[in-house]
């Protein structure tokens, strides 16, 4: 595409050609459609230290919606907090379906939201259960996963996290319903149940309940009582638990991340940017011995 206008340069200058290209293309000035005009910063003299404390405040908000899972394995026969959370292991289909929920990190190399789980003494152990997407980042808060404490009865260290997730998902082989109340905790606005089925020729099918506090409103995904199966389970109870944990916290349009990154950005421009014509911007780029001052 280049061809015409790079030959007869060496290859040296041929590459720092097309870096200016990348950066010109990166700040708006190559661009398919005509650019009017750009905003140059103008943060001369007193305003440099405010426009830096912007700059901060700025790169600190996260661009992507930060969210905490909580999972709980709860076995046949056990119907008290101290029992579940003292739980090491599940059984083999409950295992599989945590190992779907997302990826397996290891906290001391991870750059990713970590949940607020301790990563310089590590003691909710070392991985822990990750998802993202483009929009996301979720933290699973697996409790059969974290090390369990023989002498603690609270398992605090567990329940410190679990407990304060707005969203838990329960994996539940008793015979009864699991009561949202087994677990104590101010949070745990929403409760998703999983029951697997095991007569009546529907096994491999799961009941879903859905146990909401007074005031969440509906949130869509899986509803209460619905019926799906395993093997669907892991990507329907996370989205329906992202969606959950969203409604709870307000990230709804106008709330999220990337909208107060874009407010922010917008407030930065409107404060310390000038206008200039697409072709001003180049001649002060390129002026000899110049450059763009601010």
């Not at 780029?285 to 110049?290: A, F, I, K, S, W």
């Amino acid at each position: 595409e280049w061809g015409e206008e790079t030959k007869g340069v060496g290859r040296d200058e041929e590459e720092g050609l097309n870096f200016s290209r990348l950066f010109a293309s990166q700040i708006g000035l190559i661009c398919p459609y005509d650019c009017q005009v750009l905003k140059v910063m103008d943060v001369g003299g007193d305003k440099r230290t405010t426009f830096l404390r912007k700059m901060k405040f700025l790169d600190n908000r996260k661009g992507r919606e930060l969210v905490k899972i909580g999972v709980l394995y709860c076995a046949n026969g056990q119907t008290c907090q101290r029992d579940i959370l003292a739980n090491k292991m599940g059984s083999e289909v409950y295992e599989r379906f945590v190992d779907r929920l997302g990826e397996e990190v290891d906290l001391k190399y991870h750059k990713g939201f970590n949940g607020k789980l301790d990563v310089k003494y590590f003691s909710n152990g070392r991985k822990m259960k990750y998802y993202a997407t483009d929009k996301v980042e979720v933290a699973f808060h697996v409790a059969t996963r974290m090390p369990t404490v023989i002498h603690d009865s609270q398992q605090v260290k567990k329940k410190q996290h679990v407990g304060n997730d707005h969203v838990t998902i329960v994996w539940s082989e008793h015979k009864r319903d699991y009561l949202p109340c087994t677990v104590t905790s101010e949070f745990n606005d929403v409760v998703i149940a999983l029951h697997p089925l095991k007569r009546g020729g529907r096994e491999g099918l799961l009941r879903v309940r859905v146990t909401v506090k007074e005031g969440v409103k509906w949130f869509g995904g899986l509803s209460d009582g619905m019926l799906i199966k395993i093997e669907d389970a892991p990507a329907l109870v996370r989205q329906t638990a992202i969606n959950a944990n969203r409604v709870i916290r307000g990230e709804i349009e106008g709330k999220s991340s990337n909208s107060q990154r874009r407010k922010l950005i917008k407030e930065i421009c409107d404060t310390y940017g000038k206008d200039y014509e697409g072709a001003e911007v180049w001649e002060m780029l390129c002026r000899e011995g110049g450059g763009i001052s601010i």
